[in-house]
């Protein structure tokens, strides 16, 4: 089985652009960081639906253990602490992929 | 480019399994219906995080016009129909996948 772990952001009023691109460049250097990454993903919404949240975060890994280091990981945990305080709402789901 | 469309649903109080196997049936039909989806996963949240929603869609689309025949496509419509009324929350974003 494979967990596909799904964030879904929606940015506080006042964040800018410049903070979104850190958000992003803190994201990039986690599949390198993180071998537990079988897929990562994000970005941010287009705009083709309302009430959409702002960001979203697709990560694919093996297990619930990879889940765990994923989660926990010092790398991650550290774009976390950029990411929380520009946070007005967060949805996330963990589900199953087929096999 | 793909877009990847996700919904994450969080049912309302008093939804039973019946429903939701309903809606998964539902959902299953769609790939073989709408050959615009690239790829389809869905499925209930495993419970591993606090304050999850309880179902995630993720559906992989070519480009904004797939998104649209896949959004207004019947066979989706008349899963919506079913899904709407069972709905406390939805949080959806679109975003663009590496190519």
Redesign the interface.
């Known amino acids: 089985m494979t967990?596909?772990h799904?964030a879904?952001f929606r940015w506080a009023q006042g964040v800018t652009p410049e903070q979104i691109a850190s958000v992003e460049e803190g994201l990039s250097r986690l599949p390198a960081a993180i071998p537990q990454l079988l897929s990562y993903?994000?970005?941010?919404?287009?705009g083709?639906?309302a009430?959409?949240?702002?960001?979203?975060v697709?990560a694919d890994l093996a297990d619930?253990e990879a889940?765990?280091v994923y989660r926990d990981h010092p790398e991650h945990q550290a774009v976390l602490a950029v990411v929380t305080p520009l946070l007005a709402?967060r949805?996330?789901?963990?589900?199953?992929?087929?096999s």
């Open positions: 967990i596909r799904i879904l993903s994000y970005g941010a919404d287009l083709l639906g009430g959409n949240h702002d960001f979203a697709v619930d889940f765990r709402d949805a996330a789901v963990q589900f199953t992929l087929p």
